[in-house]
């Protein structure tokens, strides 16, 4: 087990009801906020009014951005650094899934920064301090509502860039698996994509032993899988909701990476698809994940047939590993298919023309190479990117 | 799954070497400190002029207070209250095991309170505010580096009592697997089985559904139930080692508990065999869980089903659910026989004469019921200790 350091403070409000204790929570921390969202469906579920009553009945004040989009964009968090600013406020509350968390965390930071927040997802700098941030999430998906990384697009060359700081762990987030039951399917199985994929980064590591953290990585895996096809119908299902949501947070939160590095690398390269094509970031990963999978699954076979085997119920062929772990992969597959989702390039609509533009983005100038497992440069990477054609 | 708040904000430093880092993350709280430790065996070990140099390098002082026994006496918490408020002191480092940090927190919840201490153990009253705790875990067992529990027997009456609150979780821990290397073997088994109950007590919960966590708690026997055999000889074998330190601590640092009720009168009826034989509390443990098993798998049989399956590796008897059921309750009394440990009150020298006065004091004088899963009143306890012997 790799040597680490680990503390993960958010306090977490899980379960029916619990938005309602957003003002008393925030009013631990400040009495004025900037109010931060999306695109309005808050506001035609109720939600937005149980917020506001709720601000109101605990004395905070706040100040409203809304007009997150997904893969959140810099230009807004330029936008709510100058209102904090302005308004003297100190404290975030982020309504929505990760994309608003994401920018809120972008936002926290660069308030008490005098230069250019986009210096922190550059590596140019790191964050001495923020400001406080607090979550109520709809979308279970991105584990940003209980994790210390943030993803931001700048517009301008179409880069999405992510940064972490322990800083950036909100004091608290809200999860109450209703809140997302108004998801259309499509969102529902990227956001169950995304936080598998979370998983499969951490899985995916060099660090030996890591028994405990692999099962546990293991049994997140193997509830989402048999929870998943129960939030896809139209009936509320609760209990299913309910497991998919803490497994989304628990999968990002920190705790499953304790002791070992993960990978990362078919995030940077989801990256350069939804830089481009401004495709769901969960969408993205079923498509790299199994191309990258297969190409870097003879680095470590024997990691593979034990997902195949212990998540996958795959019956090991003794003789061959590749067989095994290849049967895993194909049920990965079958299962985000049957979730509606693509897992190629071309069921994203995504031609052929750009492959060599994106792998050059990820590797960067220098052709600085990406993951851990193993390392990718541009070569690597355009392999992987045509094997998901 | 049951709503719940969680927050566990105690900040882990995992692994070898990482004791040196004791003075500077105790200056991150105080600069004069309690030392708090047990017999003198971090003085034989060389753990204890480590966080001497330590401390002095990061320019802390301290005052000592050694001599915590196993099941730790409220009347060196009493003496530990009293140092801290004469010298002025608003941090503790506790430097041991289970025994030694939970001492710490009764002095540390003591120190700011006007009345009597035992008072929190009595349910009396709760603590509005402690003074700071820091530890470095020498014993992987009781799981208290990350919990916010604590257990304190009053010699007068030979009451085992404990009790919880958020303020008790320790500000940081610093577990480096090396420190128990040199615990004798009986020891170790102790803190497996210690550890293990930790995760028996929460597995067996009447909340609905708990998927994730049960998978999780599965996990984590399943890497106890590997690595202990390992640890229990004379080489040193870190890799194991590392598995089961933080295996206890994720057993008991609250996140495999969330939207669970845990049971807990297993505990509680071994707090009474503790209490009176002063036998080590893993090993009552030990005695105690087979028979509550017994006693109550009737209540839920598919839940001993599941774990006999997916943890004991039983192939179960579809005809039998209580076959299969006894089947795992058998393969669990194995597994801690092959690590020394007895399964029977006999195997601790306790004699039949004094059950009926465990079973008393257990319920208390109106008879109030212990655990969730089952509860346990007066002529239960009793059955579960005669069940024992």
Known sequence: MDNFIFRNPTKIYFGKGMEE???EAVSDFSKKVLLH???????????YDRVIASLEKAGVQWVELPGVKPNPRLSLVYEGIRICRKEDIDFILAVGGGSVIDSAKAIAAGVPYEGDVWDFYEGKAVPSEVIGIGTILTIPAAGSESSSGTVITKEEGQLKRPFGSELLYPDFSILNPELA???PPFQRACGVADMMAHLFERYFTNSRPVELTDRMIEGALKTIIH???????????YDSWSEIMWSGTVAHNGSLNTGRLGDWGSHQIEHELSGIYDVA?????AVVFPSWMRYVMNHDIKRFVQIAVRVWNVEADYYSDEETAEAGIVALEAFWQSLGLATRLEGLGIPADRLEEMAGKCAGETDNPQGQFVKLYKKDVLAILQGAL
């Open 21 to 23: 204790k957003c003002g």
């Open 227 to 237: 929870n998943a096809p129960k939030i896809m119908g139209d009936d509320a299902d």
């Open 181 to 183: 039951m108004t998801l």
């Open 281 to 285: 970031h969960g969408a993205g990963l």
């Open 37 to 47: 969202y999306g695109g309005g469906s808050i506001k035609k579920t109720g939600l």
